[in-house]
Structure formats: C-alpha cells, structure tokens
C-alpha cells in the first residue's frame, strides 16, 4: 500500500514537473515573440531594425555563455577541432543567423497572430528537406498531411485581412533557413556525437552569427542608424528584451531534456493558440474567420504529424525493449551452457 502510494505520490510529481517546464517555455517563448514585435513595429516602439535587434541578442548571449563557461565553469566546452568547427559550426551558424534576421524582420510587416499561422509550415519543411537530404524517407501518407497542412495555411494567407507579400516572403524565408538548420544539426552534429546544450550552443554559434549579421548590417542598417541618430540605446528595452531570449534558450534545453521534442512541438501548437487569441484581444490584430479555419486544418495536420511521430517513437522504443529482451536471455542461455559444458568436463575427469 505505501509503495503505491510512492509510486503514485512520484508519478505526481513527474506530471507537474512536466507541466512547469511547458508553462516557462510557452511564457518565455511567448514574451520574446511580444517583445520583439513591440520593439520593431512602427505603431509601438518604432524601432524597425531587426538585424540591429538580433545582434543585440547574440552579442549578449554569446557574452553571458562566455562567462558561464569560462569564469564561473558552469560546463565544460565541447572538444572540437577548427576544422569540425568550420565545417559544423559555422553552416549552422549562417543558417540561424539568417533565420533570425528574416523572422524578426517579418514582426514589421505582418501581424502576430498571422506569424504563428505560416510557422505551422515548418513540419512541412523539415520533412521535405529531410527527404531532400536523405535524412527522411519518403512517405506518400507522411506528404500527404504536409500538402494538408500547406492547404490550410493557404486558406489562411488568403483570409489575412492585412496581408503583405513582402512579410510573407521573410517569414517562409525564415522558416525555410530554419528548417534547414535543424536538419543540417542531426547531419552535422548529432551523426558525429557532438551534443550541444543551450550554454555551449551559444558559445560556439553566437559569435559566429554576430559575424554573420555585421555583413548585411554594415551595409543595410548602420547607414540609416547614423544618418538618423536613431540608435539610442534603452538598456531597459534591450536589456530585459536580450535577458528573455537567454533565458529561452535555456527553457527550450530544459524542456527537451527534461520531457522530449515531441512535447515541445504539441507545447508550440498551445503557444500558437494562445498568441493568436493575445493578437486578436489585445494588440486588436484582425483576425477573420477564414484565417481560423484554415488554421485549423492546418493545426489539425501538424496534431497528426505529431501522433504518427509518437506512435513511431513508441515502437521504437518497444523494439529496443524486445532486443534488451534477447540479449539477456543470449546471455542466460550462455552462461547455462557453459555451466553445463563445465559438469560434463567434471564428470569426465
């Protein structure tokens, strides 16, 4: 009866402990997609420089791991060669970078709520690049829910009220380097058994972002900023604006570890929710009927790519299951026969 109780009391736990780590993430996740379209668009902050905004970030976060893994000795580096680094590193890192800039930039031109529609595409584009790469094999049921979910966000982009090809075209674009980086971890990284957690992750990207994003910065964003004085550094803006990208950061880290990618996804699909329901009632975006239909189509093939995704890793973990099962009872059966090859001997002599 205790040991029930026990276990019950620790099943518990582990659900709330699930809970709390989803909550930070979707509360931090949803405070820097607030944030950074409060300080980009022209009707609020008026501060429309995204790669400006996105350096910020990365300077700071590469400062703050910098210190983290040097000075306080939080974690230790990862052991890399220059060579790994270049070809590793620095084509995820131009990817990010990229897809940073392209998001950010969009916050300008299009509405939260519409931002979060299009990045239902972003399965859509991880499995298709996957497929490209030979990372995934192709599956006509698997494409057929992406040209399910593609559909949805069609009829969404169709009944966007404020619609603006401009906006659209850096958001796809966005999810588009986005997708690729993450392919491109599992190719680059995860194949050779490299293992970066969010502390190290900015140690070695973030500073090669910030060299990325100087290039276009120098020529698209610096020029206005010095004819127009217009960068006045807040430190409370852009210092409380960076502290919440750091942190979720580590809440993503915290999360996938702590639970699973999986849970990750389903989490994002609450987020998405959540943030189109706070564009609507309070920043009073438009949001029509048809954009929330066809969001839903989309939602609900995004919902069944990340059954299928369950029900795979499910197996998965079955068959490994029954292989541990067969190499135990290899095991049991050779050490009985080497206990009765052994009595044989003894008889003999």
């Keep these: 009866m205790g040991k029930g109780r026990a276990l019950s009391d620790g099943v518990i736990k582990k659900i709330l ?16 997609i607030v944030y950074n379209k409060y300080i980009l ?34 974690v230790e580096p990862v052991s890399m060669s220059r060579e790994t680094y270049l070809r590793s590193v620095v084509p995820i890192g131009a990817l990010y970078s990229l897809s940073l ?12 709520s519409f931002i979060q529609m299009l990045k239902a595409l972003m399965p859509v584009a991880v499995y298709s690049i996957g ?42 674009g966005a999810v588009a380097f986005e997708a690729t980086r993450l392919v ?3 190719i680059l990284l995860t194949s050779k058994g490299i293992n970066l957690n969010p502390i190290t992750s900015l140690y070695y990207v973030a500073p090669c972002c910030f060299v990325f994003l100087s290039v276009p910065w120098i020529f698209v964003e610096f020029p206005v900023l010095r004819e127009t004085s217009s960068f006045h550094f807040d430190f409370v803006i852009f210092g409380t604006n960076s502290v919440c990208a750091f942190a979720l950061n580590l809440a993503v880290f915290l999360l996938v570890g702590k639970t699973s990618a999986l849970t990750m996804n389903v989490a994002g699909v609450v987020k998405d ?34 059954h299928c995704k369950l ?30 090859a052994g009595k044989r001997t003894e008889s003999q002599d």
């Excluded at 009707?43 to 893994?69: D, R």
């Excluded at 497929?131 to 982009?157: D, H, P, Q, Y």
Aim: aromatic share 16%; with cysteine.
């Design 17 to 32: 402990l699930s809970y709390t780590y989803v909550a930070i993430w979707i509360f931090l996740s949803f405070t820097v």
């Design 41 to 74: 668009d022209k009707k609020l902050y008026n501060w429309p420089y995204p790669i400006t905004l996105t350096m910020i970030h990365m300077a700071f976060c590469s400062s703050l791991a910098i210190v983290l893994i040097k000075v306080f000795k939080i």
């Design 101 to 112: 800039w392209l998001s950010n930039s969009a916050y300008i031109y299009l509405s939260v």
């Design 131 to 172: 497929v490209l790469l030979k990372k995934e094999a192709f599956r006509s049921r698997t494409m057929t829910n992406m040209l399910s979910i593609s559909f949805g966000v069609a009829i969404a982009a169709y009944g966007e009220a404020k619609f603006d090809v401009w906006g659209v075209v850096l958001q796809l």
């Design 184 to 186: 491109l971890i599992q």
């Design 273 to 306: 929710w959540l943030l189109i329901a706070f564009s609507w009632s309070v920043i009073k975006d438009t949001v029509t009927p048809l954009n929330l239909f066809g969001y839903g189509l989309a939602f609900l093939g995004v919902g069944y790519y990340n």
């Design 311 to 340: 029900q795979a890793l499910k197996a998965k973990d079955a068959q490994k299951k029954v292989q541990a099962g067969d190499e135990e009872a290899g095991k049991l059966l050779e050490e009985r026969e080497s206990e009765v």
